[in-house]
């Protein structure tokens, strides 16, 4: 059967099992948009600017575990989709990106919106294709689909000329991808497994630090079973958050700048840490050298190339982590570790990350708590970068998978809507807020006519201090309180909101908080709430940078005076 490249790309993705592309159209990919419509199962979203397109891809797969797609035109539209194939790509999210190129004959002569896509987004892909032929293009897909996805997945972006969409070609979709040194190692060396297996049972003060690669692996049920039978603390990195519940006993938080103290502190006193799909990031590890300084370190990560990076490691494992523990597993020793729980216990009782002070004016915390509250943590949160970012992580409890979605690599601000979009796109059975800072949300705030157009129910809450927050918190901290370039002057979101076509509310006042959260849940469209929050609150705990994780200053005592924590805190 004959079909032209548009067609092909298009058939190419039913078989891939797509249903929905984040786009924006363009000269280049006209031929493509114009075949669109006659393919009713692809559904279109049509963003207001590439990078959301790209991030709403982004927070669809973290959301779903399937791949996102976006669309993008030639030169200044591919240029756009940059900053969001490059978060993917720091944070090992699968999605694939189509962009249009201008015709064969140009290609070199600076042509108009000519740029090198491939060229320019070769360190932040996976892989990525110039598709020179229409009889090449389904062959492609095949294989950028199967790369994204498979082994540590990330971005893939295909190149397609203007030509090369009208080109005819015999389609058939390939049965099979066969890729000659593309090989992810799934199932980890035996030997190494018994060397992990030994030292785990031998080991007194244990932890384990659990990240993506976890929830990528779907591997919650195997980590369960390696903490409980051999009673050892968890801890997450950052992304890793959810993939072991955290009302759990054995749950001991997230690590790093902001991470627990307690959790800090185990890691530093510990003498083996088991660290599980994780990268050993330098905002989770602070000094290196100074990094667990007492620890023997087991590695397990499906790309060899994490092994040795940032930390020394004394057994590496590459391969996919459900295997790697379904193997490791039956090897462990069931036992008891009262002193060593008792003892990280007693640092959680005496460094409680869950108070929030009394005050008078809202604080950021307690808009989160109260989502939290409201929620009753059935919830995806979808984050910005900064504090409202550290606070979401901090003052919610997630229990599931995939319920934080945050831009963890690249930092990106902006990253919140655009993905909060996907993710809720992806699971529309699930409730989902996007917590935002002010800046950031500024970044991206054209997807408000997105979520509007294609009634994508997401809430937003801009956690709104009139700073670059996070930045502001470093100036305070580190520059002595001089605030350089970090006010910030910022619409009233409620009345933006409204302007977009959403209903909008702006609270500054405590005991309106969770009224204005449950009239959120309850409008059946996306709604924004513009909290106005404590302007020069500071995130705490924090690790000064290049200070080692041990090193961890905590908020001023005398403002700790009142304990608000959550109806089952009592559980943790
Ligand atoms: C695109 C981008 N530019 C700059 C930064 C540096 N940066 C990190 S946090 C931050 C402040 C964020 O402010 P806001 O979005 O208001 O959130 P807050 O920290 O106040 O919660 C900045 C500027 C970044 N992470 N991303």
Same mark, same amino acid.
């Given at each position: 059967m004959?079909?032209?490249? +548009?067609?092909?790309?298009?058939e190419s993705l039913?078989k891939? =099992? /797509?249903?929905?592309?984040f786009?924006? &159209? !363009?000269? #280049?990919?006209l031929?493509?948009?114009d075949?669109?419509?006659?393919?009713p199962q692809?559904?279109?979203?049509?963003?207001?600017h590439e990078?959301g397109?790209?991030h709403? +891809?982004d927070?669809?797969a973290?959301?779903t575990?399937?791949? =996102? /797609?976006?669309?993008?035109t030639s030169? &200044? !539209?591919? #240029?756009n989709l940059?900053?969001?194939i490059?978060?993917a790509?720091?944070?090992?999210?699968p999605i694939?990106a189509v962009?249009g190129?201008?015709a064969?004959?140009?290609?070199?002569?600076?042509?108009?919106?000519e740029?090198?896509?491939t =060229?320019?987004t070769v360190?932040?892909?996976?892989h990525?294709?110039l598709?020179?032929?229409?009889?090449?293009?389904a062959?492609?897909v095949?294989?950028?689909?199967?790369?994204?996805?498979t082994g540590?997945?990330?971005?893939?972006l295909?190149?397609?000329?203007?030509?090369?969409f009208i080109?005819?070609a015999?389609?058939r979709?390939?049965e099979?991808?066969d890729?000659?040194?593309?090989?992810?190692?799934?199932s980890g060396?035996?030997?190494?497994?018994?060397k992990a297996?030994?030292?785990?049972?031998?080991?007194q003060?244990?932890v384990?630090i659990a990240?993506?690669g976890?929830?990528i692996?779907?591997?919650?049920a195997?980590?369960?079973?390696?903490?409980?039978?051999?009673?050892?603390?968890?801890?997450t990195t950052?992304?890793?958050?959810?993939?072991?519940?955290?009302?759990?006993?054995l749950s001991?938080?997230?690590?790093?700048m902001?991470?627990?103290a307690y959790?800090?502190m185990?890691i530093s006193?510990s003498?083996?840490v088991?660290a599980?799909?994780?990268?050993?990031d330098d905002?989770a590890?602070?000094?290196?050298?100074?990094?667990a300084?007492e620890?023997?370190v087991?590695h397990?990560?499906?790309?060899?190339?994490?092994?040795g990076?940032?930390?020394?490691v004394d057994?590496?494992?590459v391969g996919?982590?459900?295997?790697?523990?379904?193997?490791?597993?039956?090897q462990i020793n069931s036992?008891t570790r009262?002193?060593w729980?008792?003892?990280?216990?007693?640092?959680?009782?005496?460094?409680?990350?869950?108070?929030?002070?009394e005050?008078?004016?809202?604080?950021?915390q307690?808009?989160?708590?109260q989502?939290?509250?409201?929620?009753?943590g059935?919830?995806?949160?979808?984050?910005?970068?900064g504090?409202?970012?550290?606070?979401?992580?901090?003052?919610?409890?997630y229990q599931?998978?995939?319920?934080?979605i945050s831009s963890?690599g690249?930092?990106t601000?902006g990253f919140?809507l655009?993905a909060?979009?996907?993710?809720k796109v992806?699971?529309?059975?699930?409730?989902v807020?996007a917590?935002?800072g002010?800046?950031g949300f500024?970044?991206t705030?054209?997807e408000?006519?997105?979520?509007?157009?294609?009634?994508?129910?997401?809430?937003i809450a801009i956690?709104d201090?009139g700073f670059?927050g996070?930045?502001r918190?470093?100036q305070?901290?580190?520059?002595?309180r001089r605030?350089?370039a970090t006010?910030?002057?910022?619409p009233d979101f409620?009345?933006v909101?409204?302007?977009?076509?959403?209903?909008?509310?702006r609270?500054s006042?405590?005991?309106?908080v969770a009224?204005?959260?449950?009239q959120?849940?309850d409008?059946?469209g996306?709604?924004l709430?513009?909290?106005v929050?404590?302007?020069?609150?500071n995130?705490y705990?924090?690790?000064a940078?290049?200070a080692?994780?041990?090193?961890?200053?905590?908020?001023?005592?005398e403002r700790?005076?009142l304990?608000v924590?959550?109806?089952?805190?009592?559980?943790l």
């Amino acid at each position: 059967m004959k079909l032209t490249g +548009a067609q092909i790309l298009c058939e190419s993705l039913i078989k891939e =099992g /797509v249903e929905v592309i984040f786009g924006f &159209p !363009g000269g #280049a990919v006209l031929p493509l948009y114009d075949t669109l419509p006659h393919y009713p199962q692809l559904r279109h979203i049509l963003v207001r600017h590439e990078q959301g397109a790209a991030h709403a +891809a982004d927070g669809y797969a973290r959301a779903t575990g399937k791949v =996102g /797609v976006c669309f993008a035109t030639s030169g &200044p !539209g591919a #240029a756009n989709l940059v900053t969001g194939i490059a978060n993917a790509h720091l944070d090992s999210s699968p999605i694939v990106a189509v962009t249009g190129q201008v015709a064969r004959p140009f290609i070199g002569k600076d042509a108009f919106q000519e740029i090198d896509i491939t =060229g320019i987004t070769v360190p932040i892909t996976k892989h990525n294709y110039l598709v020179m032929e229409a009889k090449e293009l389904a062959t492609m897909v095949k294989e950028a689909f199967h790369i994204a996805r498979t082994g540590r997945p990330g971005p893939v972006l295909i190149d397609i000329p203007r030509d090369v969409f009208i080109e005819e070609a015999t389609f058939r979709y390939p049965e099979k991808v066969d890729i000659p040194g593309y090989r992810p190692t799934l199932s980890g060396h035996p030997t190494m497994i018994k060397k992990a297996a030994k030292l785990i049972n031998e080991a007194q003060r244990p932890v384990i630090i659990a990240g993506r690669g976890v929830i990528i692996s779907q591997a919650g049920a195997e980590l369960t079973e390696l903490v409980e039978k051999a009673q050892i603390p968890l801890i997450t990195t950052l992304l890793g958050i959810g993939c072991f519940p955290e009302k759990h006993i054995l749950s001991f938080g997230m690590l790093g700048m902001h991470g627990m103290a307690y959790a800090n502190m185990a890691i530093s006193n510990s003498d083996l840490v088991i660290a599980i799909g994780i990268r050993f990031d330098d905002r989770a590890t602070g000094k290196v050298s100074d990094f667990a300084p007492e620890a023997k370190v087991i590695h397990i990560d499906i790309d060899p190339a994490e092994i040795g990076k940032n930390v020394r490691v004394d057994v590496p494992i590459v391969g996919d982590v459900k295997n790697v523990l379904q193997a490791l597993n039956p090897q462990i020793n069931s036992r008891t570790r009262v002193e060593w729980l008792a003892q990280v216990d007693e640092w959680r009782r005496q460094h409680p990350l869950l108070d929030i002070r009394e005050h008078d004016g809202l604080l950021p915390q307690y808009v989160v708590r109260q989502i939290y509250e409201v929620t009753q943590g059935e919830a995806i949160i979808v984050t910005g970068v900064g504090q409202n970012q550290m606070w979401a992580a901090q003052h919610f409890w997630y229990q599931r998978p995939n319920t934080l979605i945050s831009s963890g690599g690249l930092g990106t601000m902006g990253f919140e809507l655009p993905a909060a979009i996907g993710a809720k796109v992806g699971r529309p059975d699930e409730a989902v807020w996007a917590i935002a800072g002010d800046g950031g949300f500024q970044m991206t705030i054209q997807e408000l006519a997105t979520a509007v157009q294609e009634n994508v129910a997401v809430k937003i809450a801009i956690l709104d201090n009139g700073f670059l927050g996070m930045v502001r918190q470093w100036q305070d901290l580190f520059y002595n309180r001089r605030y350089v370039a970090t006010r910030l002057s910022g619409p009233d979101f409620a009345k933006v909101a409204e302007a977009y076509g959403m209903p909008g509310l702006r609270v500054s006042d405590k005991a309106l908080v969770a009224s204005a959260i449950q009239q959120a849940m309850d409008h059946n469209g996306p709604f924004l709430i513009d909290f106005v929050v404590e302007p020069e609150e500071n995130v705490y705990p924090m690790v000064a940078p290049g200070a080692a994780i041990s090193e961890i200053i905590e908020e001023p005592r005398e403002r700790v005076s009142l304990k608000v924590g959550p109806s089952d805190i009592s559980n943790l």
